[in-house]
């Protein structure tokens, strides 16, 4: 059964598919990648669209399309987006991020995000709850589909912002650049501030200048396991 509950008090009102749950990353995503100047964007892989609706409530003037392969997810997002009356200003594409030549003009969104698969192919990490297998390994896309995925649809000077884990970060670096786009920020996500990251958030410009900045350290809890002043402020608590 489908659960129904508000991003927000107050926020949009989401609905998440069956096959995949909505995690603390896409939130840390949405908020990472929360960049004013922006007016297009495209989340690969959208699920039931909670990257893109966090986007929209935050910025009157963006237009959000989401591209996913799972059809209940595709259908899951576009009634989110019609109930929270974003119809105007999204559009859900139901399709394969390997085959985005086929579906959209190259170079015409200023803005790329992704939540990947984690874990690659034969890790031994995949979900054994069906259906949800795809969004936990890289069965149906691997990071390099998705990087190429991202330099296809991103205009030059646009940004690619995508959340992956720490022990991946050299291939997404080296993934990054080898499709022409350069990092530009770097951050680095951990449960609590004496424990190691278990998350990066990462963007990247189309053409960009190098340059890397590495922001602070986001600690989601305390040391007594209560929230952190950052972690409620991205939830707006």
């Not at 989110?80 to 991020?97: A, Q, T, W």
């Not at 390997?98 to 990490?125: H, I, W």
Request: proline fraction near 5%.
């Amino acid at each position: 059964m489908k659960q129904s509950f508000e991003l927000w008090s107050g926020g949009p009102v989401f609905t998440q598919a069956e096959h995949v749950r909505l995690s603390t990353d896409s939130v840390l995503l949405a908020n990472f990648a929360n960049i004013p100047s922006l007016r297009k964007g495209i989340d690969l892989g959208c699920a039931s669209g909670a990257i893109g609706l966090i986007l929209l409530a935050n910025h009157e003037k963006l237009h959000m399309t989401g591209l996913e392969i799972v059809p209940e997810a595709v259908e899951t997002a576009r009634k989110n987006m019609e109930e929270n009356g974003y119809s105007e200003r999204s559009c859900i594409v139901e399709g394969d991020l390997r085959n985005v030549k086929q579906l959209f003009t190259p170079g015409s969104f200023d803005l790329v995000t992704a939540n990947p698969p984690y874990f690659s192919e034969g890790s031994g990490m995949t979900s054994p709850i069906s259906g949800r297998d795809a969004a936990r390994g890289e069965l149906k896309c691997t990071l390099e589909d998705v990087c190429r995925a991202a330099a296809m649809l991103c205009r030059t000077g646009g940004a690619f912002c995508v959340v992956h884990r720490p022990e991946r970060l050299a291939e997404l670096i080296r993934c990054v650049s080898a499709c022409g786009f350069e990092p530009k920020r770097l951050r680095l996500v951990c449960e609590q501030a004496d424990r190691a990251p278990n998350l990066v958030l990462l963007e990247s410009r189309r053409g960009g200048r190098p340059g890397l900045k590495i922001e602070p350290l986001l600690v989601l809890k305390e040391r007594d396991g209560s929230e952190s002043e950052e972690y409620r402020r991205i939830y707006r608590r």
